[in-house]
């Protein structure tokens, strides 16, 4: 199994030398990297992004650092994981996409 990098370059041209493709096969890294002027690896986080500064970032003014990080973590463990609706996952939110999928039952934590 692959192991999982997360790192954001410096620049572009580290993503696509040589000598970075042969380190990270050595190392038995699969990169994630389509073709150069491809954005499509991209495309899912900057929709999430997108998102997350439509429906929440935009709409309310932020005073401190604080009330703005509980804003984004209650946006995504309460609102977007279990109550918002996503086309992908055939307008289920992701908590009820998966319980049907694993034909669990919701927890209390889930369904609160």
Not at 18 to 44: K, T
Not at 49 to 71: G, N, Q, S, V
Request: net charge positive; aromatic share 10%.
């Amino acid at each position: 199994m692959p192991i999982v990098v997360l790192r954001r370059p410096l620049e572009f041209a580290q993503y696509t030398s040589g000598a970075l493709r042969q380190l990270l096969e050595q190392n038995g890294i699969v990169q994630s990297l389509s073709r150069p002027r491809q954005c499509w690896d991209n495309a899912v986080a900057e929709s999430w992004f997108a998102t997350l500064k439509e429906e929440l970032i935009y709409c309310h003014p932020w005073p401190t650092r604080a009330m703005a990080k509980r804003a984004i973590f209650e946006f995504i463990e309460v609102f977007y994981n279990r109550v918002r609706r996503h086309s992908s996952l055939g307008s289920l939110s992701p908590v009820e996409y998966e319980r049907r999928k694993t034909g669990q039952a919701l927890t209390r934590t889930q369904a609160a």
